[in-house]
C-alpha cells in the first residue's frame, strides 16, 4: 500500500481481556517501531524490530505486552490482561533505513484501545 | 537517559503572528532532531528534521537550527495560517538507540482568523 496501516482503527475491550493490534508496513521497508501515545504522556516508544534481528523490546512497559514480526512484514502487538492504563493510541511506523537515525519514519494512523 | 524537553501548550496565535516553539534536549551521542506534526484527525507526520550541530531544517515555512551549544532545536515561523493549528511535537533519534524515536510531550497550536 501506499502507506502505513493499522487496524483496527478503534477497539473498545473490557479489562482483563487480551486484544491484538495489527500494523501492515510500507511495503520494502525493513524496519519496524510501536509506539504508544496516551494523554497527557506524550509519545513512547514500546519496541523495535529491524530485519531479522532480535527486537529492541525495551519500552515494553510490562510483560503483559508482546509483538511479533512475520516475515519480515506485517507485525501485532498484543496485550493480555487489559488493564484501564493501556487505554492510549497504539502508533505503528515503518522506516527503510534500519540504525540510521537521520531517515524518516512513517506513521500509521494508530489504534484507539479503550479499556472499559 | 536521552530526553527531550518542550514548551508547555495550548499556544493560541493570531493569524500572521510569529510562532516560536522551544525545544531543548538531553543526549549522549550525537542525536539526530526531528519536528513532528499532528493535523487534527490526522497521523503524525514528519515536518522537518537536522542531523548535524548547525543545520537548518525547514519546510512549510517553519525552520529549526541544530544548536549543539544550547542543546536545542527550537521551531519557528514567520507568519502563521489558520491551517497551522496542530499539535507539534519535538523529537530525537540517537544512532546508539537504534534509531527508536524520542518524543517531547507536544505542543497544542491553535491559530485564530
Known amino acids: 500500500g501506499a502507506g502505513v496501516s493499522q487496524s483496527p482503527s478503534n477497539k473498545v475491550t473490557e479489562k482483563g481481556k487480551d486484544v491484538e493490534l495489527r500494523c501492515d508496513p510500507i511495503?520494502?521497508?525493513?524496519?519496524l517501531y510501536w509506539y504508544r501515545q496516551s494523554l497527557g504522556q506524550g509519545l513512547e516508544f514500546l519496541i523495535y524490530?529491524?530485519?531479522?534481528?532480535?527486537?529492541?523490546k525495551s519500552g515494553l512497559p510490562s510483560d503483559r505486552f508482546s509483538a511479533e514480526r512475520t516475515g519480515g512484514s506485517v507485525s501485532t502487538l498484543t496485550i493480555q490482561r487489559t488493564q484501564q492504563e493501556d487505554s492510549a493510541v497504539y502508533l505503528c511506523?515503518?522506516?527503510?533505513?534500519?540504525?540510521?537515525?537521520?531517515?524518516?519514519?512513517?506513521f500509521g494512523p494508530g489504534t484507539r484501545l479503550t479499556v472499559t | 537517559g536521552d530526553s527531550v524537553t518542550q514548551m508547555e501548550g495550548p499556544v493560541t496565535l493570531s493569524e500572521e503572528a510569529f510562532l516560536t516553539i522551544n525545544c531543548t534536549y538531553t543526549?549522549?551521542?550525537?542525536?539526530?532532531l526531528f519536528w513532528y506534526v499532528q493535523y487534527p484527525g490526522e497521523g503524525l507526520q514528519l515536518l522537518l528534521k537536522?542531523?548535524?550541530?548547525?543545520d537548518k531544517g525547514s519546510n512549510k515555512g517553519f525552520e529549526a537550527t541544530y544548536r549543539k551549544e544550547t542543546t536545542s532545536f527550537h521551531l519557528e515561523k514567520g507568519s502563521v495560517q489558520v491551517s497551522d493549528s496542530a499539535v507539534y511535537f519535538c523529537?530525537?533519534?540517537?544512532?546508539?538507540?537504534?534509531?527508536?524515536?524520542?518524543f517531547g510531550s507536544g505542543t497544542r497550536l491553535s491559530i485564530r482568523p
Open positions: 511506523a515503518s522506516s527503510s533505513f534500519p540504525g540510521t537515525s537521520g531517515y524518516e519514519q512513517y
Open positions: 511495503s520494502g521497508h525493513t524496519a
Open positions: 524490530f529491524q530485519g531479522n534481528s532480535a527486537p529492541d
Open positions: 543526549a549522549t551521542g550525537y542525536p539526530s
Open positions: 537536522a542531523t548535524k550541530a548547525d
Open positions: 523529537a530525537l533519534s540517537d544512532d546508539s538507540s537504534a534509531s527508536k524515536i524520542i
